[in-house]
């Protein structure tokens, strides 16, 4: 026995002290995502303070979700950027990991940030295995991941289309879900607007499903929860609550979403300054009140409401366009970016132009100096990434390009064009 003993005493000694040192990072580890846990939790209290309280409310219901634990998936709909503020506010004293676009995280400062605070990259509206498998390690750790189903802000102030994507990860993990619906963030913080406004917000935490439903239900069943439990118009909830979000440049860039005037008809002819929306050719007018609603300027202006209202005739417009087999959007690039997919920064490469048909989108130009041509199938675009100014991404295998167009309300038109027909392809 003491032979045995002098033969691997050493071999029993080196494994206990790995599987003490395994421990102590293991340890180690743990106390790290706490510290960094409390610390997000910290800057959310923070920024909804800062954003919320002063002269504004922020309406809070978390009464249903009281002992629900971690491991779970949170869905929230997505108002405005102070969403993730708001979602993490809610969940105290669970932290919470966004998954985020990946354009974020090559912006250097950002980047970093969201990389200490475990937010999980994700390329939009393209499939990408690396957030799947981000969101197993969170799940195998028993944390929270926060998902925004329509992969986007709102365009408008409603609900953007919701994909069956995450109702498939839900269904991988079976897992509770926890539904964050906020009214009012549009108004705080449009989507096409430079700045941000103070107001008052509602958000109410509801458990969605329960590890046993999700186990049950199948996909389109949960996806058809999903729907149902996300779909929001901020206009129509402010109707009944009266809001105020004023501000002397309220309606700055609004022309960006709301390009075609609704007394002329010409497209790409709106402009915003102030508080007014008004069209360069006809002068139609309308005027942004401090509800956040469209008032007409003048007895002869010809005018929506609000903005819901007004992109539906847009799109509705553009649907028209669509029925004819030659339709196309022809649009100037006059700087062409591209980067690895995944990593990096961006390099400027060309220009060219892009044309978009009913096959997707298609590029020729210079690229490093040589004549090239770059195609975008419309199957893998159910919309473009883009903060719908110039520019928009788009990624193929194994690079993401990002094009910026000479006219900025192009962009809106891309965008429409190619949802229209994707949606069109999924009916």
């Not at 449009?190 to 103070?198: D, E």
């Not at 130009?365 to 199957?379: A, C, I, T, Y």
């Amino acid at each position: 026995m003491g032979f045995l003993k002098f033969l691997w005493g050493p071999v029993i000694h080196k494994k206990e002290e790995s599987n003490k040192k395994k421990m102590l990072i293991s340890a180690l580890g743990r106390l790290q995502r706490k510290v960094l846990g409390l610390l997000q939790i910290s800057a959310a209290r923070v920024v909804v303070y800062w954003v919320f309280k002063r002269g504004a409310q922020i309406r809070m219901d978390r009464g249903t979700i009281k002992g629900v634990q971690p491991p779970f998936i949170v869905l929230g709909n997505h108002t405005s950027n102070f969403d993730p503020a708001l979602v993490q506010y809610v969940l105290a004293p669970h932290p919470c990991y966004f998954l985020t676009s990946n354009y974020y995280f090559r912006l250097p400062v950002v980047g970093r940030i969201l990389n200490i605070f475990r937010a999980i990259p994700k390329i939009q509206f393209y499939p990408d295995i690396r957030s799947t498998r981000r969101v197993a390690e969170a799940m195998a750790r028993g944390e929270a991941v926060g998902i925004f189903p329509e992969g986007r802000r709102s365009i408008d102030g409603s609900c953007c289309p919701i994909s069956d994507t995450v109702a498939r990860l839900i269904k991988k993990f079976n897992v509770p879900v926890i539904a964050v619906r906020t009214s009012g963030g549009y108004f705080v913080w449009p989507r096409w607007s430079p700045f941000w406004r103070s107001g008052s917000v509602e958000t109410v935490a509801t458990q969605l499903l329960t590890k046993e439903e999700t186990g049950r239900l199948d996909v389109r069943e949960i996806h058809d929860v999903i729907c149902r439990a996300l779909a929001y118009n901020d206009y129509a909830w402010n109707l009944a609550a009266g809001e105020h979000y004023g501000h002397h440049r309220a309606a700055e860039n609004l022309h960006l979403v709301l390009h075609q005037c609704p007394r002329c008809l010409l497209e790409r002819t709106m402009r915003s300054e102030g508080t007014r929306l008004y069209c360069r050719k006809c002068g139609n007018a309308a005027v942004l009140d401090g509800y956040g609603f469209l008032q007409p300027a003048d007895s002869e202006s010809v005018i929506f409401p609000d903005p819901v209202q007004w992109n539906a005739w847009q799109r509705e417009k553009m649907r028209g366009l669509l029925r004819d087999d030659h339709f196309t959007i022809e649009a100037k690039v006059k700087d062409l970016r591209v980067a690895d997919k995944y990593h990096g920064k961006y390099r400027r490469c060309g220009y060219g132009k892009i044309v978009v048909n009913k096959d997707g989108i298609q590029f020729r130009g210079s690229v490093d100096g040589q004549m090239r041509e770059l195609f975008f199938p419309r199957e893998i675009l159910p919309a473009i990434s883009t903060e719908f100014k110039a520019d928009f991404e788009v990624c193929d295998q194994t690079n993401a390009w990002w094009f910026f167009l000479a006219e900025e309300q192009q962009t809106v038109r891309i965008e429409t064009a190619l949802s229209i027909m994707y949606e069109q392809k999924q009916i």
